[in-house]
T-cell receptor, first 111, second 117 residues
Framework: SQTIHQWPATLVQPVGSPLSLECTVEGTSNPNLYWYRQAAGRGLQLLFYSVGIGQISSEVPQNLSASRPQDRQFILSSKKLLLSDSGFYLC??????????FGPGTRLLVL | AQSVTQLGSHVSVSEGALVLLRCNYSSSVPPYLFWYVQYPNQGLQLLLKYTSAATLVKGINDFEAEFKKSETSFHLTKPSAHMSDAAEYFCAVSDRAGGTSYGKLTFGQGTILTVHP
């Protein structure tokens, strides 16, 4: 069966510090991968998606970037965090453009 | 372009009562539709999905939803609420159009369901 992992589970970072969040998927090959952000009162916002190694599409211009160095690894990064980057970050995977399955999420608080 | 509207950001029911969470969608192509549930500080769990087969879809924990094209709706129901159903529920539509689809989901704003004894 397929599983999706995200770490860390919780992160508190100062403004201006770098960020690296990691997502890995097990039990499937060549999945589509997605990063979402869930901010209080703002629903779920798609940030990036990837259909293959090294292929990244950005949905919203912002302070963040994503990379996919391996087939089942998706990384969300920032060089300098802003207060507005606080939120709950969710990684998801899917195959064939249909259902998406979500990871447990990372809670990020920027102070 | 797609969009999802969930009517009611908060719904409160008594334990044992009918649960009805409303979702209306807009899509330029025949949609795939989904309901997800989120418990506090957890990821989203798939409840059920409509992918152009039967219009009445049954999911986990006795939830079901009916796709009504004429009303562009996909409301979620459960005959008898349980305390453990208290959570936030999200309706979503997928841009599954043709071979270029990457399955991008557009979510509604969510409905928080409260179940009281």
């Amino acid at each position: 069966s397929q599983t999706i992992h995200q770490w860390p589970a919780t992160l508190v970072q100062p403004v201006g510090s770098p960020l690296s969040l990691e997502c890995t998927v097990e039990g499937t090959s060549n999945p589509n991968l997605y990063w979402y952000r869930q901010a209080a009162g703002r629903g779920l916002q798609l940030l990036f998606y990837s259909v293959g190694i090294g292929q990244i599409s950005s949905e919203v211009p912002q302070n963040l970037s994503a990379s996919r160095p391996q087939d089942r690894q998706f990384i969300l990064s920032s060089k300098k965090l802003l207060l507005s980057d606080s939120g709950f970050y969710l990684c998801a995977w899917g195959v064939g453009g249909e259902t998406q399955y979500f990871g447990p999420g990372t809670r990020l608080l920027v102070l | 372009a797609q969009s999802v509207t969930q009517l009611g950001s908060h719904v409160s029911v008594s334990e044992g009562a009918l649960v009805l969470l409303r979702c209306n969608y807009s899509s330029s192509v025949p949609p795939y539709l989904f309901w997800y549930v989120q418990y506090p500080n957890q990821g989203l769990q798939l409840l059920l999905k409509y992918t152009s087969a039967a219009t009445l879809v049954k999911g986990i924990n006795d939830f079901e939803a009916e796709f009504k094209k004429s009303e562009t709706s996909f409301h979620l129901t459960k005959p008898s609420a349980h305390m453990s159903d208290a959570a936030e529920y999200f309706c979503a539509v997928s841009d599954r159009a043709g071979g270029t689809s990457y399955g991008k989901l557009t979510f509604g704003q969510g409905t928080i369901l409260t179940v009281h004894p």
